[in-house]
């Protein structure tokens, strides 16, 4: 029998810890499991709609699959549904993507809201006058998203435009919106979102932004300074409603070499305070 001296002992590898499935758009329709009025076909076309993204604008079934959690047939099926009305097509038989006809979606959107079609002439001027480029922008469940845009020198490296969605928690905007939120909806977002850092100076304390969305509710507006891309620079202020409620928010983006926060808060403060305030005559 031999005996082993301690510095003999072998000392195993560890398991790999398991790691947690994100879910998938799909896991998101269990909830309504029972309900008589969902109709989950309708829910499955959507899911699919919105799988087609900048980064994967022609995919499979399979692929489609995959990324959206459901089935090979209901994808099937949605893809027949859709191809059928023109809203998607597949050129060589299998790889599918949207068609044109999606735009009838999105304009019928903007020309029945009230807010992103009174925005964009507002958007416009200031535009032609200070040759920066403003958004509007509302909250929907964690993002923002954009409902009315005008554009005078590309300062992002993602190409922004209406419809696109940004974290709340680290842009102007999203700030805006978080800070004007009632404390219930403000504390449940703080326990449920992850603070992904994509840049340095992103802030992924959530003690920290507590901090900053009240300094942001106390000021009236908010900058953020590279925290979502390295470079960019933006300003908001809220847009409210008579009741106090901010149902929207305006910003200026700017290249941050180029733009000084102090010539943001002295400058151009004023102009976004001006344009939402005249934005907010729609409200009323």
Known sequence: MINASPSDTVTLPKAPAPTTAKPTPAASLDVFAGDPNFMTSL????IVIQAFTQQNPQMTISQLSVRTGLSRAAVRRCLYTLTKL?????????????????????????????????????????????????????????????V?????????AVDLHIGSRLPAYC???????????????????????????FTTRTVTSIEKLRLLLRTTRRNGYALCDQ?????????AVPVLAPNGRAVATINLSGSAPRLSTLEMQTRFLPHLRNAANELAVFLR
């Open 43 to 46: 829910a499955r076309g959507l």
């Open 86 to 146: 023109g809203f998607a097509g597949a050129e060589d038989g299998s790889r599918y993507s949207l068609r044109p006809r999606m735009l009838t979606l999105s304009h019928t959107y903007t020309a029945s809201n009230t807010l992103s079609s009174a925005a964009q002439p507002i958007l416009e001027r200031m535009s032609a006058t200070l040759r920066e480029s403003f958004s509007v922008a509302t909250l929907d469940g964690d993002d923002i998203v954009y």
């Open 148 to 156: 009315a845009r005008t554009t005078v020198n590309r300062v992002m």
């Open 171 to 197: 842009t102007s905007m999203g700030r805006i919106l978080l800070a004007y939120l009632p404390p219930d909806q403000l504390e449940a977002y703080l326990a449920r979102v992850a603070l992904t850092p």
């Open 227 to 235: 925290e979502y891309e390295v470079g960019l620079r933006s300003l």
